[in-house]
Every structure is written in C-alpha cells, then in structure tokens.
Nanobody, 125 residues
Framework: QVQLVESGGGLVQAGGSLRLSCAAS????????MGWFRQAPGKERDFVAA????????YYADSVKGRFTISRDNAKNTVYLQMNSLKAEDTAVYYC??????????????????WGQGTQVTVSS
C-alpha cells in the first residue's frame, strides 16, 4: 500500500502562485509514476501533470503547460506541483495519485492505483 497526503492548497488571487505537496509513505519503492489531477464541482476529474520515475519524463495538460511544474524530492518521498499565473478556471480540488505500472494512458485517472484525499485550490478573479 502507498499512502499519499496532499497539502498547500488555499485561496489565491488570479495571477498568483501556490505550491502543492504530496508526501508518499508505505511501499513507495513500488511506485512507477506520480501525478496530479483536479476536479471542479460538477465536472470530471482531469489530468494536470505527471512524473514518470523510470523514464524521467513529465507530462502536462495543455491548459497548464508553461504555468505549472511538477517536481520531486526523493529524499523526502514528496512530489510538488508549482502553480504560477493562476487563473479562476484553475479552481478545483487537486488530487495526488500514484501508479505502480507502466501504461499507454498516463493521463487517465483509472491508470492510477493510489490517491490522496485532495486539497482545495481557489483562485479569485
């Protein structure tokens, strides 16, 4: 089992920045990749960004490319999502996720095995 705990959400004005953290514990050596998703009220859970440990590759949704950056700290078993130039449409609950195997669908929520509880990000316009 892998446990994921997000933090760093909050209220920020449009144009501002936030950094989300996802601390992983448990069988962290079994993770193949970790990612961030978000879900706004009444909408589906959408892919935001992912980091593949094995291929050292990153993926971003087009809507956040150039504004968000995913990174990791191996020593702390923590993945970060730096969010800059935030917009009102970025408002959502942000979830950290981990998967234990490769996939040709790294942007699909059902490719991930473990999820955090989510952290709210609200961007005021």
């Amino acid at each position: 089992q892998v446990q994921l705990v997000e933090s760093g959400g909050g209220l920020v004005q449009a144009g501002g920045s936030l950094r989300l953290s996802c601390a992983a514990s448990g069988r962290t050596f079994s993770t193949y990749a970790m990612g961030w998703f978000r879900q706004a009220p009444g909408k589906e859970r959408d892919f935001v960004a992912a980091f593949n440990w094995i291929a050292f590759s990153t993926y971003y949704a087009d809507s956040v490319k150039g504004r968000f950056t995913i990174s990791r700290d191996n020593a702390k078993n923590t993945v970060y999502l730096q969010m800059n130039s935030l917009k009102a449409e970025d408002t959502a609950v942000y979830y950290c996720a981990a998967r234990t195997k490769d996939t040709i669908y790294p942007r699909r929520p059902n490719s991930y095995d473990y999820w955090g509880q989510g952290t709210q990000v609200t961007v005021s316009s």
